[in-house]
């Protein structure tokens, strides 16, 4: 058993192993406290969880002489750092992008070979796009047919759709372990309306290993930008509603 927190733990839940398949992210929500903290200090952040604890795993799967990484993180790493979701995201979740990007940031330095999966939204009611068209099919949920969508190089693929359930990613997480296209890529994944794949192995032929760089992205001001924008804003209508009272 391994605990990211505890670096101490990896090295021997990863020795024997020819492969890793990460999937760990905290759930933790922004508290006013991280304005005077340093992430350092809070055992489930993102900083430590998604950047050091990724950091420290890929370090010992090098060690270890394990063949294959694959992490798991979202799509709005890949989102321009003043997109209203990873604006949002970094807010309410404690700059959860921020880190995520850092921790993949950190997958590549390593040299180890790596599979990224950015997956969009995870599907509350189904794991697979098959149960939710067998659901469409019978009248259990509207809409129309829906396949699998794929991007490599960071991309995001262009639907109408953000969301994939949880059973389409951990199959594609598979998938890459053993497919010769997902060297070094870094994947979006998406559901798709309209006819088309089920599976994974027909979209992996086209795949592409990474050429893009990963650059830190400005999210500290973007979230800033954002919060002082609400600030005004209160302000503003605070404003007017006292005017209002006044001169009423």
């Given at each position: 058993?391994?605990d990211?927190?505890?670096?101490?733990?990896?090295g021997p839940?990863?020795?024997?192993?020819?492969?890793?398949?990460s999937?760990?992210?905290?759930s933790?929500?922004?508290?006013i406290?991280d304005?005077?903290?340093?992430?350092?200090?809070?055992?489930d952040?993102?900083?430590n969880?998604?950047?050091i604890?990724?950091k420290?795993?890929?370090k010992?799967?090098?060690?270890?002489?394990?063949?294959?990484?694959?992490?798991?993180?979202?799509?709005?790493?890949?989102?321009?750092?003043?997109?209203p979701?990873?604006?949002l995201?970094?807010?309410?979740?404690?700059?959860?992008?921020?880190?995520q990007l850092?921790?993949?940031?950190?997958?590549r330095?390593?040299?180890?070979?790596?599979?990224?999966?950015?997956p969009?939204?995870?599907?509350?009611g189904?794991?697979?796009?098959?149960e939710?068209?067998?659901?469409?099919?019978?009248?259990?949920?509207?809409?129309?047919?829906?396949?699998?969508?794929?991007?490599?190089?960071?991309g995001?693929?262009v639907?109408?759709?953000?969301?994939?359930?949880?059973?389409?990613?951990?199959?594609l997480?598979?998938?890459?372990?053993?497919?010769?296209?997902?060297?070094?890529?870094?994947l979006?994944?998406?559901?798709?309306?309209?006819?088309?794949?089920s599976?994974w192995?027909?979209?992996?032929?086209?795949v592409?290993?990474?050429?893009?760089?990963l650059?830190p992205?400005?999210h500290?001001?973007a979230?800033?930008?954002f919060?002082?924008t609400v600030?005004?804003?209160?302000?503003l209508?605070?404003?007017?509603?006292?005017?209002a009272?006044?001169f009423?």
């Amino acid at each position: 058993k391994g605990d990211l927190c505890d670096p101490t733990t990896l090295g021997p839940a990863v020795e024997g192993c020819s492969s890793c398949i990460s999937c760990s992210g905290p759930s933790r929500v922004s508290e006013i406290s991280d304005m005077w903290t340093h992430p350092s200090k809070i055992i489930d952040h993102p900083y430590n969880v998604n950047y050091i604890g990724i950091k420290d795993l890929v370090k010992e799967c090098k060690k270890y002489g394990l063949k294959k990484f694959v992490r798991v993180t979202g799509l709005s790493v890949g989102m321009d750092a003043f997109s209203p979701i990873a604006v949002l995201l970094n807010t309410a979740a404690s700059f959860a992008v921020k880190w995520q990007l850092y921790g993949e940031m950190e997958i590549r330095k390593s040299g180890l070979d790596y599979t990224v999966v950015r997956p969009g939204g995870l599907d509350l009611g189904y794991n697979y796009v098959h149960e939710m068209n067998r659901a469409i099919s019978e009248g259990e949920e509207t809409g129309e047919e829906l396949s699998l969508a794929l991007a490599d190089d960071g991309g995001i693929p262009v639907v109408d759709i953000v969301r994939i359930g949880r059973g389409d990613v951990a199959s594609l997480c598979v998938a890459a372990l053993s497919s010769p296209h997902t060297s070094k890529a870094t994947l979006g994944c998406v559901w798709v309306k309209g006819s088309g794949p089920s599976g994974w192995s027909t979209l992996l032929e086209a795949v592409k290993p990474d050429k893009t760089e990963l650059e830190p992205k400005a999210h500290l001001q973007a979230v800033r930008v954002f919060l002082t924008t609400v600030a005004a804003v209160i302000t503003l209508l605070l404003s007017a509603r006292i005017s209002a009272v006044v001169f009423s």
